[in-house]
């Protein structure tokens, strides 16, 4: 792991596309504001692993059974 030691108003470039910013301290908490392009998902760690986590359930649950899921699209329909 890296460690930088930045103050209020500093910044740290990550590959020429995402900049990282310090906007304030108070405390024990630290704001961070994030410059990053559209296509780069960014989350805090713990949506994240969240996320991650729920896809793993769903990859790891049974199949859907087609005719039921087919039969319950056209029920829906009525």
């Not at 103050?7 to 630290?30: H, W």
């Not at 692993?49 to 729920?54: A, H, L, R």
Request: glycine share 6%.
């Amino acid at each position: 792991m890296l460690v930088l030691s930045r103050k209020k108003g500093e910044s740290i470039i990550i590959q020429d596309q995402i900049e990282l910013t310090v906007l304030g301290v108070e405390g024990d908490t630290v704001r961070i504001g994030i410059s990053a392009p559209k296509h780069i998902d960014i989350f805090r760690k713990e949506v994240y692993e969240s996320i991650q986590e729920s896809n793993r359930e769903s990859a790891t649950s049974s199949p859907v059974n087609l005719e039921t899921l087919m039969q319950h699209l056209r029920d829906t329909k009525k």
